[in-house]
DNA sequence: GGAACGCTTTGACTTAAGTCAAAACAGTCC
DNA sequence: GGACTGTTTTGACTTAAGTCAAAGCGTTCC
């Protein structure tokens, strides 16, 4: 988070120099080129923009394909740069957000492993609406805009997939502003609370009811700007929920005590249906 | 705007048995049919997403174009119900927007002639993320669903153009956020009025002073659902600005006064340069 | 003209959420 | 075990903006 732009940004230019460089130091690494070009493929394979692409396919991919590795905490590029290119996460979060003047935060997606980001300016190549950094130590496999937009006309299938890509990240933004628009603090956190219980993460626990304990992805301060709010207005959200009796908090641990009541909070029922 | 939801959603269903249907009353139309291919596949030439399209690939897409004309007012689909097809704007404009439980309604995006809109839902088959509806009598050029998929599956140049427009949707999207996020409402007015004024709108003028009138292209309540407020609260922002001697106004003509103060207001200059 | 309708403004009030600063808490590192 | 650092919570206060309802305007249409 400290880490200066600065750095950063030369971390950047100095991994698009290299072709491929697997700087991962956990898995086994024998000769690196070779084994992670191979390994490289079949798990592009397994992203989201690159499924069912055939073997020859994915091979011209790897060719433009560059890996980075980053600390948590580093800036991957800057609202209003530039675009270089795109970007697969292979491991680890980044978070895609802007900042206000006046330093609030918004954050307006967070990306895992298997999916992608930037394609936006890396398709039209005006300046990055939005700002990137990691979450955590990250690997990234970045395609440089001009390799990149070369791949989708040699390769329809890519374009499809990207489309697919793209129409879920306008999907979610179409959320994003829903929330933004429409519900208060602690309505967005419920709102959240629930679709991380649903995307399962929390206490494995046996199949029968499905967990009840979440455990917050993020720090409170990013679900602050994830929420679009600040730490202290979130703060009073997870102490206004707690008294309702909707949740539970120890820490990072979040009890779901009501699912019915926080589900109501979170989508108030219609009452009305006439258009505008 | 009061016609019934009920209404217009026959309509649609009409219209999608229909093949070609010219409904224009305007210009002259004599051999409807005929004329109208030919001419739709010049017409279409020119939109963005069929741009740059060979004679025979306008003709394979126009095959499967129908054509809806529309009253003011009219509902095209509702936010959450099953994805139809994909929509060019032929002439008139469409709003898509949402509406919140309680009623207030957010637009996220407003099409005029040659835009397209619903890709999102023509492309992954889930139910529309928002709702639209014309704000003006609007001729659109419509593609059912599957038939839209064949296409772009048929012709890659299509899927490429579609990739440069939804990167535009979600690089607007991307500015709804930010104005919601960080601007209060007489900054988003700003905002627009300057947007609007850069986009030519307002008095011709002589070339020598870019005019400093604007006339407001919607009402000032839909205004208020564009910039995420109400009217009351537009109303007052109004105001504020007039009261501040950045603007003076005249029903829908708005003067701008102060255009340095103006942008100051809607852009305040970054002091900061940290990332989070 | 004037009733009728919809849009816009205004006023008085309420409330959500931001600001700023201090305290509490948690984790890390000698 | 403290000292140190960063995060989270809390308290007191301010402010933007929503609510509701009443007037004010402006069109359209008999």
Redesign the interface.
């Known amino acids: 988070?400290q880490?200066?732009?600065k750095s950063?940004l030369q971390t950047v230019a100095q991994f698009s120099k290299l072709k491929i460089v697997s700087r991962s130091s956990g898995s086994c690494d024998h000769n690196e080129e070779m084994i992670g070009e191979f390994e490289l493929s079949s798990w592009l394979q397994r992203t989201l923009v690159f499924q069912g692409l055939s073997r020859s396919q994915l091979v011209s991919i790897v060719q433009i394909a560059q890996l980075q590795s980053l600390n948590k905490g580093e800036?991957l590029f800057?609202q209003g740069s530039e675009a270089t290119g795109f970007f697969v996460v292979k491991s680890g979060r980044v978070k895609v957000?802007?900042?206000?003047?006046?330093?609030?935060?918004?954050i307006?997606n967070i990306f895992e492993a298997g999916e992608n980001f930037a394609?936006?300016a890396a398709?039209?190549g005006?300046p990055f609406?939005?700002?990137a950094?990691t979450l955590e130590p990250t690997e990234l496999i970045f395609f440089p805009r001009q390799a990149f937009l070369d791949l989708?006309?040699q390769h329809?299938d890519i374009?499809?997939n990207?489309?697919?890509s793209?129409?879920?990240?306008?999907?979610h933004?179409?959320?994003?502003?829903?929330d933004?628009?429409?519900k208060d603090v602690p309505q967005r956190l419920a709102t959240y609370l629930l679709k991380l219980s649903r995307s399962g993460i929390g206490e494995p626990s046996t199949r029968s009811h499905p967990t009840n304990v979440v455990t917050l992805d993020l720090t409170k301060s990013q679900l602050a700007?994830a929420l679009?709010t600040i730490p202290a207005t979130l703060s009073r959200a997870f102490y206004y929920l707690s008294s309702e009796g909707l949740i539970a908090v120890n820490g990072s641990q979040i009890e779901l005590l009501d699912r019915d009541r926080l589900q109501e909070l979170s989508?108030?029922?219609?009452?009305?249906?006439?258009?505008?």
């Open positions: 988070m880490t200066s732009q950063t800036l800057k957000f802007q900042v206000s003047p006046t330093g609030k935060e918004q307006l394609e936006v398709l039209d005006k609406p939005a700002s950094a989708l006309h329809p374009a499809i990207m489309l697919i793209l129409s879920q990240h306008l999907r933004l179409t959320g994003v502003i829903e933004l628009s429409f700007s679009g989508y108030p029922t219609k009452q009305d249906c006439s258009p505008s």
